[in-house]
């Protein structure tokens, strides 16, 4: 059920479908009544549009904090990355470092996976994804502008929003959870 409350294009595609449909048969019938049930699947999605719109999932709220930390990280701006990161997480320091010696220009993530724990306290959770980030290296130590890896970022709730907390990077993007 959490296509549902994670993506609209389900409830589009199928209202479409049925609307379709009884246009159809709208036009081949002639009967009025039919409009009647034109309305009430276009009142009926704009219903479940807006529910979907209303339920904000643990999913959809991780999301918000990776984008929230990509966004910062195309800012050049340590001090923002680390409104998304745990304050009691190891890796603070690791990101002011590591940012210090490159210019960012581009951050963002594909294949994102999120495996939620919520019988760990704070409630937990794990996303895995494809990450990518264009930058110049400032010290000249890395020879390539364009980084693809996999990641796995540990997240911890804070609130109603979700922290990062530690990550690991691999060579298989989304090896699954």
């Known amino acids: 059920m959490s296509w549902f409350v994670e993506d609209p294009a389900p409830t589009l595609v ?3 479908l049925v609307e379709a449909v009884l246009t159809v048969m709208l036009v081949k019938t002639g009967r009025g009544n039919i409009l009647y049930a034109i309305a009430g699947v276009a009142v009926l999605a704009a219903a479940m549009l807006a ?11 991780i999301q918000v904090a990776l984008d929230g930390a990509a966004r910062a990280l195309e800012a050049n701006d340590p001090q ?11 890796m603070r320091g690791q990101v ?4 210090s010696g490159v210019r960012i220009e581009r951050a963002g993530f ?3 996976e999120v495996k939620v724990y919520r019988h760990t306290s704070p409630p937990s ?5 494809t990450g990518f980030i264009q930058a110049k ?6 020879p390539y502008e364009n980084f693809v890896q996999g990641f796995t970022v540990e997240l911890k709730q804070h609130g109603d929003g ?6 690991e990077m691999h060579d298989r993007p989304n090896r699954g959870l």
């Open 137 to 142: 290296d400032l010290r000249g130590e890395f």
């Open 80 to 90: 923002a990355v680390l409104t998304w990161v745990d304050p009691a997480s190891p």
């Open 96 to 99: 002011v470092r590591e940012m």
């Open 162 to 167: 979700w922290l990062l907390y530690s990550y």
């Open 125 to 129: 959770a794990r996303a895995d994804f």
């Open 14 to 16: 199928v209202a479409a």
């Open 110 to 112: 594909r294949r994102l």
């Open 51 to 61: 529910l979907e719109w209303w339920i904000v999932t643990d999913r959809e709220e």
